[in-house]
């Protein structure tokens, strides 16, 4: 029951909101509702083969390999890796979650997962032609630039703060079977 | 550009599917049906922050950060911004012309650069998501550092550019 509720108490949330202002704003409910509908039909496009590439990544890459290029011992080369990774999408963080979870479940260190997720939020390569012509060359060199040091400096001051029961808590929610 | 790269993504997905195929089919559909179940786990979350946007787009036109921005000067003209974009769940797609609408207006950088940092780095509608993968403490914590040097990198950025 506690399940049921943390998996739909969001969106029955998010519905009885919307229903609630289709009530006071008929007009702003139904394009609410547009809206949703135009967006689920993109995200599913977009999202397809990003779950498809979980699904592939989960039977075929062994956790010992993963570990090896994203785990502990990984050092700067799984940095880069997860910075690279992060870096070549052009979808937003939470859509990236799913994502981030099957790299926790498959060994990869805390702070690379990190560095993945706030990569793909603050330096998206696909989408830098499109920063660039919106806010200029200037706005989005500056802003990547200082955003790389960014990454990895949240990446590593929460993996500092981690505590080992911290960490065991993590794997054990992307574990088997979750 | 995002037509790009979901094209991209389709061909090396395709590609993949083809080389797990060829190896071994039973697997292949062990994949795809661990990715099904992946994304039939998370659809109702997913379904909630779109809906959530829609809601935002609805009753809030883009135009909406015009007025909440470049009222106040300083820092404390860009504690607005910043709250507007770690809260809204909007697009990129959407959300950097109407930024670049206020550069060309004349706004200052550094509120645009500190709304466009947390706009894609902080996501309160989308925590709830995020502490289903990374646990409650993670989550806070990446949230209110991206806050933190959303400031950073906004004054970086008006420095440079004035």
Redesign the interface.
């Known amino acids: 029951m506690k399940g049921f509720a943390?998996?739909?108490g969001?969106?029955a949330?998010?519905?009885l909101?919307?229903i609630c202002?289709w009530i006071v704003?008929p007009h702003?409910?139904r394009?609410?509702?547009?809206?949703?509908g135009r967006?689920?039909i993109a995200?599913l496009?977009?999202?397809a083969?990003?779950?498809?590439?979980?699904?592939?990544l989960?039977?075929?890459v062994e956790r010992e390999t993963m570990v090896k290029i994203m785990g502990e011992g990984a050092g700067v080369r799984g940095a880069t890796v997860s910075f690279l990774l992060g870096s070549v999408?052009?979808l937003?963080?939470?859509?990236l979650?799913?994502v981030?979870?099957?790299l926790?479940k498959k060994g990869c260190r805390?702070a690379n997962?990190?560095v993945f997720?706030?990569a793909s939020?603050?330096v998206r390569i696909?989408?830098l032609?499109?920063?660039i012509a919106?806010?200029?060359f200037?706005?989005t060199a500056?802003?990547c630039g200082?955003?790389i040091v960014?990454i990895f400096?949240?990446a590593f001051?929460?993996d500092r703060?981690?505590t080992d029961k911290?960490r065991e808590?993590?794997f054990g929610?992307?574990g088997e079977g979750a | 550009?995002?037509t790009?790269?979901?094209l991209?993504?389709?061909g090396?997905?395709v590609i993949?599917?083809i080389i797990?195929f060829g190896k071994d089919k039973k697997?292949?559909r062990?994949?795809?049906?661990?990715?099904?179940r992946?994304?039939v786990?998370?659809l109702?979350?997913?379904?909630?922050?779109?809906?959530?946007?829609?809601?935002m787009?609805?009753?809030a036109p883009p135009e909406t950060i015009e007025i909440i921005m470049g009222k106040e000067s300083g820092v404390r003209g860009l504690l607005a911004p910043a709250f507007l974009g770690a809260v809204a769940?909007v697009?990129?797609?959407i959300a950097?012309?109407v930024?670049?609408q206020l550069?060309q207006n004349g706004a200052a950088?550094m509120p645009?650069?500190v709304f466009?940092?947390t706009l894609?780095?902080v996501?309160f509608v989308?925590m709830?998501?995020?502490m289903?993968?990374?646990?409650k403490?993670?989550a806070w914590?990446?949230n209110l550092?991206?806050l933190l040097?959303s400031f950073?990198?906004a004054l970086?950025?008006g420095a440079?550019?004035g």
């Open positions: 943390k998996r739909y969001f969106l949330g998010a519905l909101l919307n202002l704003l702003a409910g394009a609410s509702l547009a809206f949703t967006n689920v995200f496009v977009n999202m083969p990003v779950f498809v590439c979980i699904g592939l989960d039977i075929w999408t052009a937003p963080l939470y859509a979650l799913p981030a979870g099957i926790i805390i997962v990190l997720l706030c939020a603050s696909p989408l032609l499109f920063e919106s806010l200029g200037g706005f500056v802003r200082v955003n960014i400096l949240i001051l929460i703060v981690l911290d808590k993590i929610i992307n | 550009m995002n790009v790269f979901t991209c993504l389709y090396v997905t993949l599917l797990s697997k292949t062990m994949a795809l049906k661990r990715g099904w992946i994304f786990t998370v109702p979350q997913f379904g909630a922050i779109l809906l959530v946007m829609g809601m787009l609805a009753t769940p697009p990129v797609l950097f012309p930024a670049a550069l950088v645009v650069a466009v940092s894609t780095t996501g989308t709830p998501l995020e289903r993968y990374l646990g403490k993670v914590m990446r550092l991206a040097f950073v990198s970086a950025v440079a550019l």
